[in-house]
């Protein structure tokens, strides 16, 4: 399995709080993506890095700002979280273009 | 605007027979094509994927089938087994700014009974 770690798994917060996830990697890839999965779309791209410091916005990013400072770390912050974020949110991490990415396990994020 | 569906939600087999998961686009611009597959409280796992410049790419019991002019690929499970209950996404991407940024589809749940 790719070494991908997220953190934490599990969180319960409120709405107005900022909520930060961590991704973890240990493959050295260039290329980590954040995801949410909800029911009825699939997973559905909020931000990705392709290299330190070099980020963009997905098809999901209001709302949502990431980090990636070193290669092995990419950070998913929501600044002030809202209901309508609860939802799983994966990472994943790829070589690049036409490569498979490699998922973690998933953080289950619930705004009450 | 879904560029990759998977129209039927759920799938139900027998074990030992075939299953056929189904998944269609709409942007002709896409090159490479994967499926994974995703056990509940786990991430979604690689199983295999196509490039544009084939029709067909094998891998055991998988077998993807891509069809560019109808827009749509499948995949074919056989024998089926208990095992690979789950859900199934596919998803999509093309060559723009080497990103690699996939496009997946909502997702298919397989339920092969014994």
């Known amino acids: 399995d790719a070494g991908i770690t997220q953190s934490p798994r599990h969180k319960v917060t409120e709405t107005g709080t900022p909520v930060t996830l961590r991704c973890h990697q240990t493959?050295?890839?260039?290329?980590m993506y954040w995801y949410r999965q909800d029911p009825g779309h699939g997973l559905r791209l909020i931000h990705y890095s392709y290299g330190v410091k070099d980020t963009d916005k997905g098809e999901v990013s209001d709302g949502y700002s990431v980090s990636r400072s070193k290669t092995e770390d990419f950070l998913l912050t929501l600044e002030s979280a809202t209901s309508s974020q609860t939802s799983v949110y994966f990472c994943?991490?790829?070589?690049?273009?036409?490569?498979?990415?490699?998922f973690g396990d998933g953080t289950r994020l619930s705004i009450l | 605007d879904q560029q990759v569906k998977q129209n039927s939600p759920s799938l139900s087999v027998q074990e030992g027979r075939i299953s056929i998961l189904n998944c269609d686009y709409t942007?002709?611009?896409?090159?490479?094509f994967l499926w994974y597959k995703k056990y509940p409280a786990e991430g979604p796992t690689f199983l295999i994927s196509i490039s544009s410049i084939k029709d067909k790419n094998e891998d055991g019991r998988f077998t993807v089938f891509l069809n560019k002019s109808a827009k749509h690929l499948s995949l074919h499970i056989v024998p089926s087994q208990p095992g690979d209950s789950a859900v199934y996404f596919c998803?999509?991407?093309?060559?723009?700014?080497?990103?690699?940024?996939?496009?997946f589809g909502q997702g298919t749940t397989l339920q092969v009974k014994p």
């Open positions: 994943a991490i790829s070589t690049g273009q036409r490569q498979p990415q490699h």
């Open positions: 493959e050295n890839h260039r290329y």
């Open positions: 942007n002709s611009m896409f090159d490479y």
């Open positions: 998803a999509a991407s093309f060559a723009s700014g080497n990103t690699g940024k996939l496009i």
